[in-house]
């Protein structure tokens, strides 16, 4: 059983205590049995993690033992904590609650928290046809770690036609982004490597270079400034890291787009350290105008490319690939096998079908979010208008600043209404962003207008009179 020591639970938790002072002021043990009862639901703190002994946290936290353990009673009561006989207090979810980061059906929860688009109709089209394909690949024993070689060729051939030259031997076909990343991290690197990532960044992206014992800095990355050259070359210099995992194109969650002559100055420092510079392009079809800088990888050959279509086509075709030399795909290929045997067949030949029609269905995506952009702008303006909303150019997200840092309460508030959204700390490593929220626009209408209607009762009920929005994102530069 995995134990989260005190210091690691105080880093996650973040300036909790200014709940306990905000307008409608609370018990302190509630605040904290709340702001760890947020952390196991957003997935933060792991189910089965044993949290720390009371007397080692109130100690840490300069705090009475009365109040750790008011906390921890409060999170029993509720079903978020058993006690085990001689392994202490077990983190674990209440019968019928929503796992964390989902809004499973049948809990009632309408899951903002996650920003994905409604599948495109084509996908039925293209599954039939896929099937009259499929007999011709009966003979082959169906296990292949590095995807159909038409498949593979087709993204190649996207690839070039974006900017970078690509072979298909250049190509592996991954269940999906996220597979892609674990799939690196695993084979690049070593156990208390310097990781660099974004900060802001997306937070699964924080749980695969972790478990890989990536050791990650930090570098920050705001909605009015981007990405600071400054930190950039200071975090490099001081940590030379084994790999650098970046997402310039309409970043998750700032939605900001890194310059061309930036992209250069990048891959010249992660060339010059001996980085690894692993580009997350999962967004980049997304632009309301299309595509608007040029592929990472045309700056530097070692580049290694994360692409998929989750985003952009639907979440439910699992499939991803890794644009990287030919020597590193081989190693990739043979790290892979520990793990799984390949990508499904015919999910496959339903993505190379797709691929047929790409262009279009990013022209039907384009004008879903240029229309969803507009109906959440006017209306975040109208119904709270004491935040900060960025102009965006594409994406799926608004970076919302809520001007208070309450962003926890307002999440937990939220679930009570009915909604599930991304409190900003989820988006950091250490406790961060309080003031920020991220807020899908690529929903529904009818969802969309029922999302908000639920955060406006619970920021309602929240009883804020917040400062001054923040200016696009809080600035750090951290190694943990």
């Keep these: 059983m995995s134990a989260l020591t005190s210091r690691g639970l105080a880093i996650l938790l973040g300036e909790w205590r200014a709940d306990a002072t905000a307008a409608v002021p609370r018990p302190l043990y509630e605040v904290l049995a709340d702001r760890i009862r947020l952390l196991v639901l957003d997935g933060r703190i792991a189910l089965g993690v044993r949290l720390p002994a009371e007397r080692a946290l109130a100690a840490h936290e300069g705090l009475s033992r009365t109040t750790v353990a008011g906390a921890y009673a409060r999170l029993r009561d509720l079903g978020y904590l058993r006690s085990v006989r001689g392994s202490g207090s077990v983190v674990q979810l209440p019968p019928g609650d929503a796992p964390p980061m989902i809004g499973a059906p049948g809990t009632g929860l309408l899951d903002f928290s996650s920003a994905s688009l409604p599948a495109v109709p084509l996908i039925a089209e293209a599954a039939r046809e896929a099937a009259e394909l499929l007999p011709r690949h009966l003979e082959a024993p169906g296990f292949d770690l590095l995807g159909l070689p038409e498949l593979r060729a087709a993204i190649a051939e996207r690839c070039t036609r974006a900017g970078v030259r690509t072979e298909p031997d250049e190509i592996m076909v991954t269940l999906g982004a996220q597979h892609a990343l674990a ?120 580049v290694v490319t994360l692409g998929s279509v989750g985003k952009s086509i639907w979440g439910g075709i699992r499939l991803g690939w890794i644009r990287a030399d030919r020597a590193l795909i081989t190693r990739l290929a043979v790290a892979r096998s520990a793990g799984d045997l390949g990508s499904p067949t015919l999910e496959q030949l339903v993505l190379l079908r797709l691929l047929d029609r790409y262009d279009r269905v990013l022209d039907a995506r384009r004008a879903q979010l240029v229309a969803g952009h507009a109906l959440m702008a006017r209306e975040l303006a109208r119904r709270f208008p004491s935040w900060s909303v960025p102009e965006v150019g594409g994406g799926l997200t608004f970076w919302v600043g809520i001007g208070a840092p309450v962003a926890s309460r307002l999440a937990l508030a939220a679930r009570a209404e009915g909604v599930l959204i991304g409190a900003g700390p989820r988006f950091g490593i250490d406790g961060a962003f309080e003031r920020f929220v991220r807020i899908p626009f690529c929903r529904p209408e009818e969802e969309s207008l029922r999302a908000l209607d639920a955060l406006q009762r619970a920021w309602t009920g929240l009883g804020e009179q917040p400062a001054p929005p923040a200016a696009g994102g809080e600035l750090l530069e951290t190694v943990v």
């Excluded at 695969?208 to 909605?223: D, F, I, N, Q, S």
């Excluded at 998750?252 to 930036?262: A, H, L």
């Design 183 to 302: 799939l690196v991290a695993r084979t690049l690197v070593a156990r208390g490597d310097r990781v660099l990532i974004e900060s802001p960044t997306y937070p699964h992206a924080i749980e695969a270079l972790r478990g890989a014992g990536g050791r990650l800095v930090t570098v920050p990355v705001t909605t009015d400034e981007g990405w600071d050259d400054d930190a950039l070359a200071r975090a490099f210099a001081r940590s030379s890291p084994a790999l650098a995992y970046l997402m310039p194109d309409f970043h998750n969650p700032t939605t900001r787009v890194m310059p061309d002559e930036q992209r250069a100055r990048v891959a010249a420092l992660a060339e010059a350290h001996g980085t690894v510079l692993v580009v997350d392009e999962t967004m980049a079809d997304l632009g309301f105008e299309g595509s608007t800088a040029t592929p990472m990888a045309a700056f530097g050959p070692g």
